[in-house]
Structures are given as structure tokens and as C-alpha cells.
């Protein structure tokens, strides 16, 4: 009777933790609980009831919070992006932060040491969706738009130059994304199994392109198919 009874107060206390943690940290902790999870097995191997026990709360508050495994997924992304975003504008928008190695460097570990390129990519794959609209998530428009008004500001690009400057983090995203999913897969195609740093002066060498291509100012706007297709039928007019 003793044990019994020891046991139902251990469970009172821990029905009685539960009921006192307020919504948003018991979110924080279910997050914090699932990315762990993820980077250790990956999206597939991702199961609420361990999620919960890891937390110490059940299973259906877990649904409550989040819906379903893949709208907590989709929080889990959407959070570390959102940081990621804060961080990155952060520093661009600091004068003196002009390493655009180090940048690179706090992208890639986002996306692929901490496995959420990988986690995006299932959640595409699968037909689940992306990242929700709306969640704080536009990274690559806001670092665009800091590395465009660095631009103006040094005299080499004006307004009408922002798409050179929005498609030069377009390719480093896409770039580093590939990287973070199929990085070894290309690297082995390339004879550098046996590299351990390739990756890394991959990276070096990415960010000096890059900044090269920045530096020297937007060139010349290449015309659209459409506004030669406008401009032809002008001349011809003409």
C-alpha cells in the first residue's frame, strides 16, 4: 500500500507540473525537445509520444499546441529560420561585420549541421508543405535587402540594381541549401571523399565570389525575353 500510494503522489506531482507551465513554455520546451530529436535520427524517425516523454507532458498536449508531427515540424524550421533571419540582419546591419565567410559559415550551420535544409526538403518532398507564409521566415529578402543598402551607401549599386543584389543571395542560398543536403554526394563526385576540408574552403571560396561580385558593383541589367520580344516589335514598328 505504501509503494501504491508513493506512486500516486509522484503521478499528482506530475500531473500538477503539467497543469502549471504556462502555453508558452511548455512550446518552447516541445520544440527545443523535437530539434534534438531531428538532428539526432532525422524527420522520419520523429515520434510525438518520445517527444513528450522527453518533455514530460502527454501526447495529445503536443497535438494541442501544434496540430499534428508535421505542423510541429513546420514550427520547428520555421523557429530556427526566424532566427537565423534575426541574426544574420543583425550583423549586416553592423558596419563593421563584413566577413562574408563567417556569414556563410552561421547559414550552413543552420541549415546543415543543425539539419533543418534537410527537414525543409523532406517536408517539400513529401507533399507536406513548406514552412507556413507569414512565420518571419524571409531570410533571404531581408538579408538582400541590408546587402543592397550596404551597396547604395558605397556607391555601387542604386535602387534599380536591388534584383542584381536579391539574385546574389538567391544563388548563395540555393547554393548553401544544396550544400547542406547533397554537399558529401557532389564532393565524392568530385574526388574529394578524402578531403575532410573541402567543404569548408568551399564555403571560403563561395563567400570571396560573392563579396568579389558585390564589391564590384551591379553590371549592366540584362534585358528579359519579354522587354526584347516589347523592344523588337517597337523597331520593327518604327
Known amino acids: 500500500m505504501r509503494v501504491s500510494s508513493q506512486a500516486s503522489k509522484r503521478s499528482r506531482k506530475a500531473s500538477a507540473a503539467r497543469r502549471r507551465r504556462p502555453a508558452q513554455e511548455a512550446q518552447r520546451a516541445i520544440l527545443d525537445a523535437a530539434e534534438q530529436r531531428l538532428l539526432a535520427a532525422g524527420p522520419d524517425a520523429l515520434r510525438l509520444q518520445e517527444v513528450a516523454a522527453d518533455v514530460g507532458v502527454s501526447h495529445p498536449a503536443i497535438l494541442h499546441h501544434f496540430?499534428?508531427?508535421?505542423?510541429?515540424?513546420?514550427?520547428?524550421?520555421?523557429?530556427?529560420?526566424?532566427?537565423?533571419?534575426t541574426d544574420l540582419v543583425r550583423r549586416?546591419?553592423?558596419?563593421?561585420?563584413?566577413?562574408?565567410?563567417?556569414?556563410?559559415?552561421?547559414?550552413?550551420?543552420?541549415?546543415?549541421?543543425?539539419?533543418?535544409?534537410?527537414?525543409?526538403?523532406?517536408?517539400?518532398?513529401?507533399?507536406?508543405?513548406?514552412v507556413p507564409p507569414g512565420a518571419g521566415v524571409r531570410v533571404v529578402r531581408a538579408v538582400a535587402d541590408l546587402v543592397h543598402r550596404r551597396r547604395m551607401a558605397a556607391g555601387r549599386a542604386t535602387p534599380a540594381d536591388f534584383e542584381d543584389s536579391l539574385f546574389t543571395i538567391m544563388l548563395a542560398a540555393t547554393a548553401l541549401f544544396g550544400d547542406a543536403i547533397v554537399g558529401p554526394q557532389v564532393r565524392a563526385s568530385a574526388g574529394l571523399t578524402a578531403d575532410r576540408h573541402a567543404d569548408q574552403r568551399f564555403r571560403v571560396w563561395l563567400a570571396g565570389l560573392l563579396t568579389e561580385h558585390l564589391d564590384r558593383g551591379a553590371p549592366t541589367r540584362a534585358r528579359a525575353p519579354a522587354q526584347k520580344a516589347r523592344a523588337s516589335r517597337t523597331a520593327r514598328r518604327s
Open 67 to 85: 496540430g499534428s508531427r508535421e505542423g510541429l515540424m513546420r514550427a520547428v524550421t520555421a523557429r530556427a529560420l526566424a532566427t537565423l533571419e
Open 92 to 130: 549586416l546591419a553592423d558596419p563593421t561585420d563584413v566577413n562574408g565567410a563567417a556569414l556563410l559559415e552561421r547559414v550552413f550551420e543552420t541549415l546543415g549541421d543543425r539539419g533543418h535544409a534537410r527537414l525543409v526538403a523532406w517536408l517539400v518532398l513529401t507533399g507536406l508543405g513548406d
